[in-house]
Structure formats: C-alpha cells, structure tokens
C-alpha cells in the first residue's frame, strides 16, 4: 500500500512538470505547445475553466515585418483599437478578471489572448459561441485553459 500512495504521489508532484513523460509540461503552462500536433506528450483540454485562449488573434506588425514602417504610437493605437474590440466582444459574455495578449513571437506563441472570466460559465459560453468565428480575416481557435499565469504580454509604454 505504502508504495501504491508513494506512486500516486510522486506522479501527482510531477504532473505538467519536464518529469512528466506523458503530459506536455509546455501546454500545460501555457495552453500552447511549440512542438503542435507533432508533440509526443499528451496536451490535456479542461473540460470547465474560468479561462480561454484564443490562438494567434492579435496580428503583431512587428511580427510581419512591418515594424520599421510603423510608429510607437501607431503601433499602440492599433493594439489599443483591438484591446477594446477583444474586451467588448468577451465582456458581452460575462465580467472579465483579466485580459491579456501574449507579444512573446514564437510561432506557437504569436498573439494568443487569454481571457479569464470571474466564472467558468461565462468562458464556456464564451467558447460556445465564438468557436468557428472568423477575426482580423483568419479563423480564430478558442479552447478552455486550465491554468494561469502572467506571460511576457504585450505592452509598449
């Protein structure tokens, strides 16, 4: 029995961690995975959370390469314009704890917003009705997030 407890306990310490050989440790972090599809680790959807991510839905300029033609205050009046468009169209959902997207520029990374609602239904319904929605011209992907935690975000001043 004592080395049955001992098992149990020693994979519930390194669940989600790089000890873990079966849970992506990357995805459950972040709700993202540099390796995609392509990862030999199970990435494990929560069934009800407070908090979504919508992958790759804030188009960063400088990330395609339009950062030298741009100015700071272009540049933050345009993510500012999607800030409030992103927070009014969730807001419709229910009261949003925090709202954050992601300026890290790794491709598994690029413009993710994460959204944490003060409810789990309110993420679900969110999730619900949004899925399949098209922003900025490209398909926006909404899943559930069970876990988180400030990221390097997007901030210029």
């Known amino acids: 029995q004592a080395t049955m407890e001992g098992g149990a306990e020693y994979l519930a310490n390194i669940f989600g961690t790089e000890k873990d050989k079966v849970n992506c440790p990357f995805y459950?972090?972040?709700?993202?995975?540099?390796?995609?599809?392509?990862?030999?680790?199970?990435h494990n959807k929560p069934v009800i959370s407070?908090?979504?991510?919508?992958?790759h839905m804030w188009v960063n300029p400088m990330a395609a390469g339009e950062?030298?033609?741009?100015?700071?205050?272009?540049?933050?009046?345009?993510?500012?314009?999607?800030?409030?468009?992103v927070y009014e169209e969730l807001g419709g959902f229910?009261?949003?704890?925090?709202?954050?997207?992601?300026?890290?520029?790794?491709?598994?990374?690029?413009?993710?917003?994460?959204?944490?609602?003060?409810?789990?239904?309110?993420?679900?319904?969110a999730l619900n009705k949004l899925q399949g929605r098209f922003y900025g011209g490209v398909l926006s992907i909404f899943s559930l997030f069970n876990f988180y935690r400030r990221f390097i975000l997007y901030s210029l001043f």
């Open 28 to 42: 459950f972090k972040i709700g993202a995975c540099r390796h995609g599809d392509k990862c030999e680790r199970r």
């Open 50 to 55: 407070p908090t979504i991510v919508v992958s």
């Open 67 to 85: 950062g030298t033609e741009i100015q700071d205050r272009e540049l933050q009046d345009s993510f500012n314009d999607f800030y409030e468009d």
């Open 94 to 125: 229910g009261e949003i704890d925090e709202l954050n997207v992601c300026e890290n520029l790794g491709d598994h990374l690029i413009g993710n917003v994460y959204a944490k609602f003060y409810h789990d239904e309110d993420a679900k319904a």
